[in-house]
């Protein structure tokens, strides 16, 4: 840098400007403007939220449903034989299944706090059916695989032999170990199971949507 200006003046060190004639020294060159990142609108994300009023899809994706249907399922299963060795034994077992259905349906309107249609209470007595047909095909595996371990056929045999019905014994055992004797056991139970904790939840959810 020159240590005088054109006007004459002498020019401090590191000096833009002639503190005279005020000329400037440098050719002032503007920074290069930074180049900004290019922000990209930020689309909404799109939140399912439960209107007022919206009723929640009863099926195996709801948790509180699943929950549901085990817990009536699992009390219906206990309960069972219970009903069977009573007067009038398959009455209160259809009773009992009934009243599951109808009990899941309170049960979930009370943990929710939303009320049920007819269809959504009758599939929510199907899910706690099914459930209910699940652990009644285990406990009946088990219990056969026990029984032909076991000395339970013989003792059951020789007190039917006693009373002169041995012979039915014998059929219904062949009847259980055919294929024909293992679906027609399935279905019915399938059939049973389900249809009626579904009726169940129908008319529980009917009653209680007018509370």
């Known amino acids: ?10 020019l401090p060190e590191d000096a833009r400007f002639c503190h005279k004639c005020g000329r400037p020294l440098y050719e002032l ?89 007819p269809a959504h209470g009758m599939r929510l007595g199907w899910i706690a059916g099914l459930f209910a047909f699940v652990i009644a095909v285990v406990l009946f595996t088990i219990s056969m695989i026990g029984l032909s371990m076991g000395p339970g056929v013989g003792a059951l045999r020789d007190l039917l032999a006693e009373q002169g019905n041995a012979e039915m014994l014998d059929e219904a055992v062949r009847f259980l170990q055919s294929p024909a004797g293992i679906v027609m056991v399935l279905f019915v139970n399938f059939f049973f199971l389900t249809l009626l904790p579904a009726l169940g939840g129908a008319l529980g959810a009917k009653v209680l949507e007018k509370e």
Request: one cysteine or more; hydrophobic letters at 45%; proline letters at 12%.
């Open 1 to 10: 840098m020159a240590g005088y200006c054109t006007c004459g003046a002498k």
């Open 29 to 117: 060159v503007p920074p290069e403007a930074e180049e900004q990142p290019v922000q990209r609108p930020v689309e909404p994300q799109s939140i399912s939220v439960p209107l007022p009023g919206e009723r929640p899809q009863i099926s195996f994706r709801n948790p509180t449903a699943v929950r549901v249907g085990l817990l009536t399922a699992a009390l219906m299963c206990i309960l069972f034989p219970f009903a069977a060795v009573m007067p009038l034994g398959p009455f209160f077992q259809l009773l009992l299944l009934l009243g599951g259905g109808f009990w899941s349906v309170w049960v979930y309107n009370r943990r929710s706090h939303v009320f049920l249609t």
